[in-house]
């Protein structure tokens, strides 16, 4: 790739489309969904931790397995790659964007959504929970107050504030995604298989129009072959590169 380009393209463009996938946040020492299901959670499917039928046939254990991420999550820190997107976002301003597959938070709290710019978590977050009934969205306790199955300020369930199995992103934050990536000059597609639709098509309505797409990714993925350019490294050093840092 030619990686002088790439940087020229990013830093004259006004208007930028982030999607991020759990490579960014594998720096932060935070394990994709299936490589968190280690010890006694190894002999469960994914199915039977993050479905509907499964939270209703044992909330209990659900909520079990997800105050462990909860609580991995908040033990862990934002990465260089986190701050220098919220970084790109306060250069940026209202032309960035950051929608994000992630559920860990990392991003909010490095400031990205603060800077100008504007971020959507994609498949949800960890650190809320959402009514049952209302589907009002509540933060959790700290861990260690932390009662599971939570019960939200109306007295009513809560369960886990992510996307599982058998259920659709959030409509208005995908909307926003790809409008943002439709209008957007340059994509960039950071630390994701691009294996999971409708967000590995993302980046292709920044190219139907006109717009080029780089990929930071150590290895090739599945939507590797539509990309402007690659770079293939991890999240932080990629983004150093592209950015002209160190």
């Known amino acids: 790739m030619d990686l002088a380009a790439a940087r020229a393209a ?9 999607l991020t996938g759990a490579g960014v946040s594998a720096e932060s020492g935070i394990p994709t969904f299936r490589d968190a299901q280690t010890g006694h959670w190894a002999r469960f499917r994914p199915e039977d931790l993050a479905s509907p039928p499964a939270y209703r046939r044992d909330p209990v254990m659900v ?14 820190q934002p990465n260089g790659a986190h701050h220098l997107l919220a ?7 209202a032309g960035f964007f950051l929608a994000t597959q992630n559920v860990d938070g990392l991003h909010a709290r490095a400031g990205s959504g603060q800077g100008g710019g504007r971020m959507v978590e994609l498949h949800g977050n960890l650190l809320s929970a959402r009514d049952e009934v209302t589907g009002d969205v509540f933060p959790l306790a700290a861990p260690a107050e932390l009662v599971t199955p ?8 809560m369960r886990p504030n992510v996307v599982w199995f058998g ?21 960039l597609v950071i ?23 780089i990929e930071i990714n150590p290895v090739e993925t599945d939507i590797s ?3 402007t350019h690659c770079v ?15």
């Open 10 to 18: 990013l830093q004259a463009a006004s208007r930028v489309a982030v």
């Open 63 to 76: 909520w079990e397995w997800y105050a462990g991420r909860y609580r991995d999550v908040l033990a862990a």
């Open 87 to 93: 970084r790109l976002e306060r250069e940026k301003g």
């Open 150 to 157: 939570p019960t939200s300020p109306l007295g009513n369930r």
């Open 167 to 187: 259920e659709y992103l959030p409509e208005a934050a995908l909307e926003a995604a790809a409008d943002a990536f439709a209008a957007a000059e340059v994509a």
């Open 191 to 213: 630390g994701t298989s691009g294996a999971v639709y409708p967000a590995a098509g993302l980046a292709a309505e920044t190219l139907q129009r006109g717009g080029i797409a």
């Open 225 to 227: 072959w539509q990309m």
């Open 232 to 246: 293939r490294d991890v999240a932080s050093r990629g983004l150093a590169a592209l950015l002209g840092e160190g």
